[in-house]
């Protein structure tokens, strides 16, 4: 099922080779107002425009949209409520400055702005650097103040910091919260430090609150997960800076309902369908007649060769966009312009505003949102992306 009526007030107005005069001359002609250019970390996807004021679909719509693991959009449902936390967004803000200036984390959040609150739960055990992930910038690791009741149990976690790319002119940096081994953590297993995690990150960055300590929001995601209450693990502050964002992309990981992303400050764009539907969308594509002639030219004949080997086999292209070894597959959907053209036309579009949010679907490998980010403006903005399981009620 394509998404057309959902946000058609998203328009695709040029390639990415239009220049900015021409392109204010399209906009104005279907009286568009707002017009985005698409790029990440070199690669230049053409021109959208917004037509009229992104809304909210009917609930049923978007129980429907969220069943079928597609993005559900809630425009402005935290802007009222954003002006609460100006003074911890500029302390955040310049929490990113710092680091992006080498200064480090473990000096920085042992600050006056961090304190008491730290000192009365945590205890900074550690900071470290990967010199082998070459995106990492630091890790502090933490333990409880007040410890587990058994000294067996590992109570330590971790704020790490690290780039979104290896790009040098993409300053695009994270804080993520968790514990055990990055990358090979089942962290569905460990509930007790799954709720450490969401402590530290909320005493970090206090503008978390808006998130979970909102109950207009709670009862909407209630209403819409169909649970009795969530709660907000996984946690994930963003700052996308220009040319900067995230390559498509799921977040699945065990035990989770989805992720919920909040845009704190600045814009982002993204593109946003579930699995299924992205890979009927690379399918519709190869099997038109001019495909091979709109492929970008970074996609050589090997990598081309392999896409239209495949080009109806939805199998195969189900399991190929969960490997890693996926060149052809990868390069095509993250850097062809016309491909992007026809997800935007086919309404998978969003411009996200600071107080907007998107939620994502991720309950299983097949049954999940793909999505792609894009920094819309000259200056980085923070977003919250916090990921949500159901909370048992006693």
Known sequence: MKNTDKLSCITYLASPDTNAADVTAIAMLQ???????LARRGYALGWIGLASEQQRLAVAEEKQAWHGSA?????????EQLSRFTSELDTSYQLYLDVLDGASCA???EAASYQPALNEKFNLVSCSYDESDLQQVERLDFEPVTQASSDEVDTEVWMKASWLSHEDDDASMR??????LDGHEDVAADPYRQTLTSQLAQILFPESKIITDNAGLAKNLQQLLEVDAIEFVERIIYFNSPDGGAQFHQDVERGHLGVIFAQMSGRTAWLALSKKQLIQEILTF?????AKSLLPTALGKKHQTQLFKYANDPAYINTWLDQRDNDALDMFINQTPAFTQQLVTNGYAYVLHPGDVLLLPQQGMDDCAWHSVFCLDEEPGEALSFAMKKRDVL
């Open 31 to 37: 009286q568009i107002n707002s017009s985005y250019f």
């Open 71 to 79: 993005a559900v959009f809630w425009p402005g449902i935290l802007t």
């Open 107 to 109: 000096d920085l959040v």
């Open 175 to 180: 804080f993520r919260f968790s514990f055990g």
């Open 286 to 290: 190869l099997a038109r007649q001019d």
